[in-house]
């Protein structure tokens, strides 16, 4: 029997789609090297014609963003009955709509921070709660569009009514959460470990800090009290399972311990397709785990369904 013939979905056209271009890259090459027969899909719109002649085995989503994420590549590869990576449609629709996600996991037990979602239009020279606070798209990821209002601030931020805001109608305002940025990685029914994220310089952990190297330094495993560090675990695994995710997410947390000894953990969101570089959280977590790149990516290939 021949290498099972795997396709590497990459690209597409959200606003992600360079991010989407170098995981899948990495991850084509890495399932060469395990052994499988790979080839790079730059999806555009004539995907269903593409992946039809083509007749993978399994299609590895490395896709990031809308159209991707959302679960409309997910619901494509069900009408073609291509087993694919990571969560099926409804686990990712919900995630990827972060004021949804957010519901499911209070709904949950799990501690989220206080919001409200808006039309950008409806931003005016009012504030929509005291600064500090968060602005973020509903549907997107990488930390596009995420705007961080100072304590101080006469207005919200002129952007969101601009003619070239890129980002859908549709914000949420959060209050702002000080304190340390944490991430934890689910593997099936698994929590990894947890990573502290210490972007480099001013600002927070936006997409240079993300994508560059040298733009954030991670501690992993995060430097946290034993008690802390499972109560991570157990929310990502929590709400990994509330929101009905398969193969691999990532939840993102603030942890704030100026105050107390143990302090406060609020849960921000979770994504369904992480980012898959060579400076990406989650294949780091994988590794402290003692699973090699290589491994790790052929375990999300054999763990590829349909009905997900």
Not at 24 to 31: D, H, I, P, T
Not at 201 to 207: A, L, S, V
Not at 215 to 236: F, M, T, V
Not at 260 to 277: A, F, H, K, R, Y
Request: proline letters at 6%.
């Amino acid at each position: 029997m021949g290498a099972r013939h795997v396709a590497v979905l990459m690209g597409g056209f959200s606003s992600e789609r360079q991010v989407s271009l170098w995981s899948g890259e990495e991850c084509a090459g890495a399932l060469e090297r395990a052994g499988y027969r790979v080839t790079r899909v730059d999806v555009d719109r004539d995907i269903a014609t593409t992946l039809r002649d083509l007749a993978p085995e399994v299609a590895f989503n490395a896709l990031h963003g809308p159209y991707g994420e959302d679960g409309k590549i997910q619901g494509l590869l069900e009408f073609l009955e291509i087993p694919y990576t990571h969560s099926g449609v409804l686990a990712s629709a919900l995630a990827m709509d972060k004021q949804q996600a957010k519901r499911i996991a209070k709904a949950a037990g799990i501690p989220v921070a206080q919001e409200r979602v808006m039309s950008r239009f409806d931003f005016t020279s009012a504030h929509p709660m005291p600064p500090p606070y968060v602005v973020k798209p509903v549907n997107e990821g990488s930390s596009f569009g995420v705007l961080i209002v100072d304590a101080g601030e006469p207005h919200p931020p002129q952007s969101l009514t601009a003619s070239d805001w890129a980002f859908g109608e549709r914000v949420m305002v959060e209050r702002f959460i000080p304190g340390r940025e944490l991430t934890c990685a689910v593997m099936g029914d698994v929590a990894l470990g947890v990573t502290e994220i210490l972007p480099q310089g001013e600002g927070f952990y936006d997409f240079n800090a993300k994508y560059v190297k040298g733009g954030s330094r991670h501690e992993c495993p995060a430097k946290l009290k034993p008690n802390i560090y499972q109560k991570i675990q157990s929310l990502s695994l929590t709400a990994h399972q509330a929101l009905g995710c398969r193969g691999i997410s990532r939840s993102d947390f603030r942890y704030d311990d100026r105050f107390s000894e143990d302090g406060e953990i609020v849960w921000l969101e979770i994504n369904t397709q992480p980012g898959m570089t060579s400076t990406s959280l989650v294949p780091e977590l994988a590794a402290h785990a003692g699973h090699a790149f290589e491994e790790f990516l052929s375990w999300m290939v054999e763990d590829a369904t349909c009905l997900r």
